[in-house]
Every structure is written in structure tokens, then in C-alpha cells.
């Protein structure tokens, strides 16, 4: 089993040029484990986990409605927005500026064989980061992410998360509001979920601004803990 994975910042980086540098990982990983099937070889698959900051952009899963985005095309570009659909799970979500987006593209055969396992790992991740700055992370059940005050009138999601899996290699990931602009989630029914509201960090702990690399650091100090992992820092792609 390969425990080692390529990080890269990305900095921020447009949504559409993110996903076809994820698709270009994730292609090489199952390429490789289709020529080790084929020709009964052992070469170690790669693990990725790309932190990135987008511009303003909504993105639609395969189970998704287009109903939940609640403005047109016109309205979208006068708030210098995107909209995709996209082949994760899950409704919609939006991405922007002040939010760590990261896409861990993993080949779970070097780490455990269980998606529902992977989801949790990943909402457990930034529950123990929250856990670090005093805030109570939970899950909602049936919904997946990560939640404040669940069970209660104030339920807040601080966290979204979809992921796409295909032989047993991931991508796409989880959506972390740090900083957020939370008026742009007022533009749709964030995951379908039409009685919930949406939060960032910033907000919860009352600050104007939250230091983003900090929080970086703590994401993967945990990732490397719950995947018995070991992250390798690699210069970000031009």
C-alpha cells in the first residue's frame, strides 16, 4: 500500500481548469490499476489531495435540481458567477472566495475499501479541526457534511462535501466556509436542504477574518492521523 500523498496548494484557481486537472489525476491512477490488473504487475498507484480557492461558482451533481439555483444566467454573470453541472454526488453547492475547497483524488485500495468509511473520515477531519477553535462539528443524519447545533432550530452547515468514486479512486471532496460571503448562498437551496441555514467560521467565532493556512495546516495534521498518511508537499501546477 502506497500511504503517500501529493499535496498541492493550488492557490486560487478557476473551478472548470480545477476539475479537468482532477480528471487528468484520476485518470492516471485508474489507468495504472487497470495495467496492473491486466498485466499482473504491482506498481504503487499515487494518492492526491489539492487544496484550491475558487472564484464565485455553483456546481450541480448528478442527483442534483437545477430548481435549487434560484437566479438565471443573467443574473449569475452580474455576480461575476459560474454554474456547472458536474459528476459528483449530492445537490448543489457553491464555492467562492474564503472557502478551502479540497479534492483528495486517493486510490482507497493503498487505505481501506469503504466509501461510506471515506465520507466519514473526511467530515471527521474537519470536526476535530472545528473541535480546535471550540465549536461543536457534528453530523446530520441522512445529510453529509458537517453541521452546527443539529437538532435544533439555529442547524447550521458549515462544511459541504461530495465525492465522485470509480475503482476505488476518488475526487472531488469537501467545501470549507472560512471566510465566506455567505450572501451568495442565498442564491440557492445549498445541497436541496430548504430549512437549514449555511455559516462560516469566521462568523461562528466572531472574527472578520480567520487565517486560511492555519486551518489548512490542521485539515491535513488530521487527514495524516485518520489515513495514516503522510503528506508530501509538491510545488502547485503554473
Not at 37 to 56: A, S
Not at 137 to 144: A, D, N, P
Not at 189 to 203: F, Q, R, Y
Amino acid at each position: 500500500m502506497n500511504k503517500k500523498v501529493q499535496l498541492q496548494d493550488l492557490g486560487r484557481k478557476d473551478y472548470k481548469e480545477t476539475w479537468d486537472y482532477q480528471e487528468v489525476l484520476f485518470k492516471e491512477i485508474v489507468d495504472l490499476k487497470i495495467k496492473n490488473r491486466r498485466e499482473g504487475t504491482e506498481l504503487p498507484t499515487p494518492n492526491h489531495f489539492l487544496f484550491v480557492e475558487h472564484p464565485h461558482v455553483f456546481t450541480l451533481g448528478k442527483s442534483g435540481d437545477e430548481d435549487n439555483l434560484l437566479i438565471d444566467e443573467e443574473a449569475l454573470a452580474e455576480k461575476g458567477a459560474k454554474f456547472y453541472k458536474i459528476n459528483r454526488g449530492g445537490d448543489i453547492t457553491y464555492h467562492g472566495p474564503g472557502q478551502i475547497v479540497g479534492y483528495p483524488i486517493l486510490d482507497l485500495d493503498n487505505f481501506f475499501t469503504d466509501i461510506h468509511k471515506y465520507l466519514r473520515f473526511l467530515e471527521e477531519m474537519v470536526i476535530l479541526t472545528l473541535a480546535e477553535y471550540g465549536l461543536k462539528g457534528q453530523r446530520s443524519e441522512g445529510e453529509t457534511g458537517v453541521w452546527l447545533d443539529v437538532g435544533t432550530p439555529f442547524a447550521r452547515k458549515i462544511c459541504a462535501m461530495g465525492v465522485r468514486a470509480s475503482r476505488w479512486v476518488t475526487m472531488h471532496g469537501f467545501a470549507f466556509n472560512i471566510n465566506a460571503d455567505l450572501g451568495y448562498f442565498d442564491l440557492m437551496i445549498p445541497c436541496g436542504i430548504k430549512d437549514k441555514a449555511v455559516t462560516s467560521l469566521n462568523v461562528e467565532l466572531g472574527k472578520k477574518e480567520v487565517e486560511m493556512n492555519e486551518v489548512k495546516q490542521k485539515l491535513l495534521e488530521h487527514f495524516e492521523t485518520l489515513f495514516e498518511a503522510q503528506t508530501i508537499k509538491l510545488k502547485a501546477m503554473a
